[in-house]
């Protein structure tokens, strides 16, 4: 393990445990106000006296434990760290630990430095892929001009494409079957997803430019491939990739989204509803404040925000109001969605996968409607929300998908459909 990885890991310990501080220091504030409006004015030299002796005594644990922490991970880092390259994120069960921290707190790691915060970037056989035209070629020696993007969920890392699935003889990835099938070169990222989706966008957009333009044989055809949340930024960088200019835009062909809350998720709504709550009460205060700690890209799922203008202008602890700008679908491009429920239809519809529910996977809502095409969309039942990174029954569609020519606006006009 590097020091400067078992560092980090100090530095988060003594942040978790300032959080689990702050908490409860904000949890007796409340009380003990309480307590004190109920005896009334003759409280108040009490209370004044109170509040200085709890601050110290609570400013004094904080900076205590985080000095502590960071004090062990120094000499941690001294007597068992290694200074080769022998990268923490490159262990298996280590590196989906880091995936899971920085989609919870992704946002706040990279913002104080913190070296468990992720960056995007390519992966290859465990390790990352240095953007430059020579690591490109000794990394995908046989490198086609069809490139297949495949772009992970919330907390997960690109070894989530690589899920045994629950039934079927082929346990092939989709990435291994499009290049035996069809000769595409897979390609996967590994991001941090607690940044805002929006942020992954540019990144994304920003990564494909240079990609094209390094690549060892020239790009014909792309694909963006994206899980969960991996599909809102990939329709995030379409939007940034255009906007740009980029050149990887003209040879996009599909966008397929894989369960993706396209209108927001109900477990992230239902978390802003109850913080939102629990932040009337003094009492419970402290716990809205730790359950507001969650990263960005989290809160982004409440309706699906795409681009900065959906949360950049607000205030994000609003109660409930989608801002959400549609983002048009880049022409001569298909786009392509997967639901799933995981019980029977009527139920199914109101659980979805567990964690998505169909109408969002699919774009279709009241108020807001994404303009997937009906056949440029597959709606399964009996699936789980992570049962769509690798299943029999998915697998087909995405193939069928990407061997059609997308449809055009002036083609769809001129046939009436």
């Known amino acids: ?222 694909v963006l491939v994206g899980h969960s949340m991996g599909g809102l930024v990939a329709r995030s960088a379409c939007h940034y990739g255009e906007q740009q200019q980029h050149r990887w835009v003209h040879e996009l062909r599909h966008v397929i989204c894989l369960g993706s809350p396209h209108l927001g998720a109900d477990l992230e709504k239902g978390v802003h509803i109850a913080s939102w709550a629990l932040a009337r009460l003094p009492e419970t205060r402290g716990i809205a404040g730790f359950l507001d700690a969650r990263s960005a890209g989290i809160k982004d799922l409440r309706f699906g925000s795409c681009i900065d203008e959906d949360w950049s202008e607000c205030d994000p602890g609003e109660f409930m109001r989608d801002r959400c700008r549609e983002v048009p679908f880049l022409p001569g491009v298909g786009y392509h969605f997967v639901a799933t429920t995981a019980a029977p239809r009527v139920v199914g519809l109101l659980v979805g996968d567990h964690l998505v529910r169909p109408h969002s996977a699919s774009g279709r809502g009241r108020s807001r409607r994404i303009p997937f095409q009906p056949e440029h969309g597959l709606m399964l039942s009996g699936l789980h929300h992570f049962d769509l990174l690798n299943h029999p029954l998915v697998y087909p569609k995405l193939h069928e998908w990407v061997i059609q020519a997308p449809v055009t606006p002036s083609e769809r006009a001129g046939t009436g459909g």
């Not at 560092?7 to 702050?22: K, P, R």
């Not at 790691?109 to 390790?127: F, V």
């Not at 699935?165 to 897979?186: A, E, I, K, M």
Request: proline share 4%; glycine share 14%; charged share 20%.
């Open 1 to 222: 393990m590097r020091r400067r990885d078992i560092g980090s890991v100090g530095e988060l310990a003594g942040e978790a445990a300032g959080v689990i501080t702050t908490l409860v220091r904000d949890t007796h504030a409340g009380i003990a106000g309480r307590v004190f409006g109920a005896v009334g004015p003759v409280s108040k030299p009490v209370e004044v006296i109170h509040d200085a002796l709890a601050g110290a005594i609570y400013a004094g644990v904080d900076r205590g434990i985080r000095g502590g922490t960071r004090a062990g991970g120094v000499l941690a880092s001294r007597v068992w760290g290694r200074d080769d390259d022998g990268a923490l994120e490159s262990q298996a069960r280590i590196a989906d630990a880091i995936a899971a921290i920085n989609g919870l707190y992704g946002d706040q790691l990279a913002e104080r430095g913190n070296g468990l915060a992720l960056t995007m970037q390519i992966r290859q056989r465990g390790k990352p892929v240095a953007l430059t035209a020579e690591s490109l070629a000794d990394a995908f020696p046989a490198a086609t001009g069809r490139l297949a993007v495949f772009v992970h969920g919330l907390s997960l890392s690109e070894r989530s494409w690589w899920r045994r699935p629950r039934t079927g003889d082929d346990h092939r990835s989709y990435g291994q079957r499009l290049q035996d099938d069809l000769g595409f070169t897979p390609v996967y990222l590994r991001y941090n997803s607690g940044l805002h989706i929006s942020h992954n966008g540019q990144a994304l957009a920003d990564m494909l430019h240079q990609l094209r333009a390094l690549w060892p044989t020239p790009v014909d055809e792309v």
